[in-house]
């Protein structure tokens, strides 16, 4: 189940909403133009292989993939039991404020991880968790937060190769926001 919070942007943000009520998210959501769909979880993916994962969901990915016109889609995997190092590198990647010239489209397989958009002076923190599909907009300023211990299976869409490369606004506004951690702990 997604849990969201809305965060001022400012130099000491505030917080605005929290909420697991799912159809106050979705509103929220919508109105910053980000799409949120839940699919029934199938469970025992956790540590499947990526062919396994898109097998279990391959009705609902080729519906997608259909509406959409995703022309690759792939299985992105971090466990427990990755070295520190490893985990360190992959939370580092996308965790400042970014864009992409494709839409970042992922829907959550097992594990957590927390999209985080800020739009209209307000940042989005949407906790997401297995059976979520979330989308968003190409160009939508954003950043993601896997935790400092990473576990999540997620399937990912993309419209061409390169889309998902990260254009960082060098803003520092994700310093200033409760990361992935903190906002677990206080669930
Ligand atoms: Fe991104």
């Given at each position: 189940m997604t849990y969201l919070t809305v965060y001022t942007d400012g130099p000491a943000p505030e917080t605005l909403l929290r909420t697991e009520d799912q159809a106050e998210i979705a509103t929220s959501l919508k109105e910053i133009g980000v799409r949120l769909r839940h699919w029934e979880i199938v469970d025992g993916?956790?540590?499947?292989t990526q062919d396994e994962v898109l097998a279990a969901y391959r009705d609902q990915v080729a519906a997608v993939v259909a509406e959409e016109g995703y022309t690759f889609v792939d299985v992105a995997q971090l466990g427990p039991d990755a070295p520190a190092d490893v985990a360190a590198a992959a939370r580092a990647k996308f965790l400042n404020e970014h864009t992409h010239d494709d839409d970042e489209v992922r829907f959550f397989v097992s594990g957590s991880g927390i999209f985080y958009l800020h739009v209209d002076g307000k940042v989005h923190a949407v906790f997401c968790e297995p059976g979520d599909l979330l989308s968003v907009p190409k160009q939508t300023t954003h950043w993601f937060d896997m935790g400092t211990r990473p576990h999540f299976t997620a399937i990912r869409f993309f419209?061409?190769?390169?889309?998902?490369v990260g254009d960082f606004?060098?803003?520092?506004?994700s310093s200033r926001i409760p990361d992935y951690d903190t906002i677990a702990a206080g669930r």
């Open positions: 993916l956790d540590g499947a419209h061409d190769d390169d889309g998902w606004t060098g803003d520092s506004i």
